[in-house]
C-alpha cells in the first residue's frame, strides 16, 4: 500500500474518530509506527560487506575476528575485503577490497594494493565502486 493512500487513511480515520481510527483492520498509529520504521532502518556494517562480497568477491570466505565482527579473505592468498567505516558525510559504510604484499618475510612487513573502494548507502544499500 503506497504512502499517499496510508496518509489519505490516516486523514480520514482522524476526520470519523480521533483515537482509534482503523484502517484495513490496523490502527492507524501502527501503520504510521510501522512507515517511520521502515524509513529508519539502516544497514549494519555487516550487512554492507556481504553485499559487496556477493557482488565483487564471492569466492572469499568470512574470517571472524576477536572483536566478533569478520572480514573477508581470498583462500591461501593475502587478498582482503573489509569494513573501513564511515564516509565524512555519515551516509556510506566504506568497503576496502586489497592485496597485502609482504615485503620483508623475516618481519612480515609489507604493504597494500587497492583494488577496490567500495561506498554502500546505509539506507538504500546501493553500492557505489570509488574507483571507476
Given amino acids: 500500500m503506497g504512502q499517499i493512500a496510508l ?3 490516516f486523514l480520514l480515520g482522524l476526520f470519523f474518530t480521533k483515537d482509534n481510527a482503523i484502517v484495513d483492520g490496523y490502527y492507524i498509529a501502527d501503520i504510521i509506527i510501522e512507515i517511520n520504521d521502515t524509513k529508519e532502518q539502516t544497514l549494519t556494517p555487516m550487512d554492507a560487506l556481504d553485499m559487496v562480497k556477493e557482488r ?12 566478533g565482527d569478520y572480514y573477508y579473505q581470498l583462500p591461501l592468498a593475502n587478498y582482503y575485503l573489509v569494513y573501513e567505516g564511515c564516509n565524512d558525510t555519515d551516509t556510506n559504510y566504506v568497503i576496502h577490497l586489497y592485496e597485502f604484499v609482504v615485503d620483508e618475510e623475516d618481519t612480515g612487513i609489507g604493504h597494500t594494493v587497492t ?18
Avoid: P
Fill in 7 to 9: 496518509c489519505l487513511f
Fill in 56 to 67: 565483487y568477491a564471492d569466492n572469499f570466505e568470512r574470517i571472524w575476528s576477536e572483536s
Fill in 115 to 132: 583494488y577496490g573502494w567500495y561506498l554502500v548507502d546505509k539506507v538504500t544499500g546501493e553500492i557505489r565502486s570509488t574507483m571507476e
